[in-house]
């Protein structure tokens, strides 16, 4: 009985960890969701606009988070309310990093200028 019990208990702890989500999933889905909140606060209308890489190949990812991170840097609050929480927000962003450079040919200036709400848009899809 006891082997049955003890048995049972690896088996589920066991298969609790294979159904918990890898932290690396966890990282994304926090940037998504900041991300998210950013484009409810950022100033759009007379912004500067900003390199937005679109459907980079698969050796430019890290070239593509460098110029969306870059971008943050340059984006602007709506109002000054909600200043404090913009600035966590970028500093979360800031802290992202994204595996080895690669290769890639291309660089941020050679990306098409958009509107920060695209620039953010083209950032959220990238995380998805």
Known sequence: MKRMIIFCMLFFCSSMMLTAASPRIVKYKQILKTIEQLET???????????????????????????FKKGTQKLKPVSSQENTNFKKAIRLINKFTYGNPGECESTCESYKKKTPKEFLKGFANLMQ
Request: glycine share 4%.
């Open 41 to 67: 606060m950022v100033k759009d209308k007379d912004a500067e606009l900003l390199h937005t890489p679109e459907n980079p190949v698969e050796g430019c990812l890290y070239t593509a988070v460098t110029c």
